[in-house]
């Protein structure tokens, strides 16, 4: 009989290992509740500091807005749609990584998404809080808002459903919503988690709370697990039809560089697309601060920057498209549309943006740049930039020079459009800061559960 052949032994190595080596259950949730559970560490206090202020940056450009108006911003007759549309599809872009991450990574079952989901989910809601804030403040009567809702009234006003603003208002909640039920259907074990482990009163008292009475029954995982499945059924169509019916807002218009049917795959890869940038931005300074280098390994930065090149592709197409059918169309208007994009007043902020979203993005075909920390971060902050920059390109540019001559005008924002664009940055950081000094910025039962999957991987059983 032939002898049987057998392997020689040898260690296993592994590429780009889902989680570090030598880490138990016990490991992984002493490690990610310290973060909650130690002493706030002195630079926490330092950068909730900075974002504060910022917030009351965000507070006294409300105020002066309440009182005075829509006129303090540097709106005019053609440009009527200025820095608040610009901020608004910036933030709902900027959330659309956390869905993505969550629902259809999960059910497409990738066990990488464990170490990124929660903090991605978290900035999903905060980047939906911020851009929520714009449509309201753009009405110039904001405490009216109830007159956009579907609601009876005594005055038989419904809403206009025929109007963008509805629209929106229609996706956001959605969105919000389910993101919201979402992330905290997630949470109920760890709050458990954090409950049991807590060591003062008010904390068990307040953990147990939100923990809903969880006490890891196979009743209660099972209940879990089927919520957690409807919920990302439910959220998997909003990646989809949330920045799609913000594109409706643009391409519903006749007006040349919004008419076009383009926008809403170029709008959904754009959202994914600046969406994963800024959860790189987040993830490469909160694993170098918290030490969570063998939870937020380099595979999910690799995996994430691919997620990038992907989506960075197909904007970079629609940037293509549009040019290509402006000249396809022999429309002298759609032409001269394009024509004063590239090279009229507003030229340096086109060639900033394929700077930004076409160029830099080029480096992550190289592995050596993905495997390299800094240089992802890098150009995750040029696409957060160029990001912005083309929603500024689509809306200004497009609506500055119309169809009159006579009405063209410049548009530049005013110190209170910086000021509350800025604040709403500092209400994203401090909603941030406080979720990561409260509750797991990662997953802690998520992450034992991929556990035994690593430790098979290391010994060659897959």
């Known amino acids: 009989m032939a002898k049987k052949r057998t392997e020689p032994d040898r260690p296993i190595q592994m590429r780009h ?25 002195r630079w926490w206090y330092v950068g909730f500091a900075v974002a504060f202020s910022l917030v009351m940056v965000l507070f006294m450009a409300l105020a002066q807005l309440f009182v005075k108006g829509v006129g303090i911003w540097g709106l ?31 059910l497409l079952r990738q066990n990488w998404r464990n170490s990124i989901n929660r903090f991605a989910e978290a900035m999903t809601l905060f980047a939906v809080a911020c851009a929520g804030l714009f449509p309201l403040i753009h009405m110039g009567r904001p405490w009216r808002f109830y007159y956009m809702l579907p609601i009876p009234n005594t005055f038989d006003l419904w809403p206009q459903f025929r109007s963008p603003l509805i629209w929106d208002v229609f996706a956001v909640t959605t969105y919000a919503l389910v993101s919201a039920l979402f992330w905290y259907v997630g949470l109920i074990p760890d709050l458990a988690t954090l409950r049991d482990r807590a060591k003062n009163k008010f904390a068990q008292h307040a953990y147990g709370i939100l923990a809903a009475g969880w006490r890891g029954s196979s ?128 030229k340096y902020a086109w060639f900033a943006l394929i700077l930004c979203n076409v160029l830099s993005i080029q480096l992550l075909w190289f592995k050596r740049v993905r495997k390299s920390v800094p240089m992802l971060f890098v150009v995750a902050m040029f696409v957060n930039v160029g990001m912005w920059l083309e929603r500024f390109v689509i809306i200004v540019t497009s609506l500055h020079r119309d169809f009159l001559p006579s009405s063209w005008d410049m548009y530049s924002g005013t110190r209170w459009d910086w000021a509350t664009y800025v604040g709403t940055i500092g209400l994203f950081l401090a909603l941030m800061f406080l979720f990561i000094r409260f509750l797991p910025m990662i997953s802690i039962f998520e992450m034992r559960m991929i556990l035994p999957e690593a430790d098979e991987v290391k010994e060659g059983k897959k």
Not at 17 to 36: L, Y
Not at 94 to 102: D, K, Q
């Open 76 to 106: 005019n007759n053609p440009v009527n749609w200025g820095f608040a549309i610009i901020n608004f599809v910036w933030w709902i872009g900027i959330g659309h990584a956390g869905t993505l991450i969550s629902a259809i990574l999960l």
């Open 17 to 41: 290992p889902i989680i570090a080596e030598g880490h138990t259950p016990a490991t992984v949730t002493d490690q990610i509740s310290a973060v909650v559970l130690t002493k706030t560490p």
């Open 219 to 346: 009743r209660h995982w099972h209940n879990y697990e089927v919520a957690s499945m409807l919920l990302a059924g439910l959220a998997t169509p909003l990646v989809v039809s949330v920045h799609t019916v913000v594109s409706f807002d643009f391409a519903a218009s006749q007006l040349p560089g919004w008419h076009a049917t383009i926008f809403p795959p170029y709008f959904v890869a754009g959202a994914v697309f600046a969406g994963f940038a800024m959860v790189i931005t987040l993830a490469v300074p909160l694993r170098a601060l918290f030490g969570l280098n063998d939870f937020i390994t380099l595979r999910h930065l690799q995996n994430m920057a691919k997620v990038m090149l992907a989506t960075g592709m197909v904007v970079s197409y629609g940037y293509a498209i549009e040019i290509f059918m402006a000249w396809y169309s022999g429309n002298g208007f759609e032409q001269f549309m394009i024509t004063n994009r590239i090279g009229g007043p507003y």
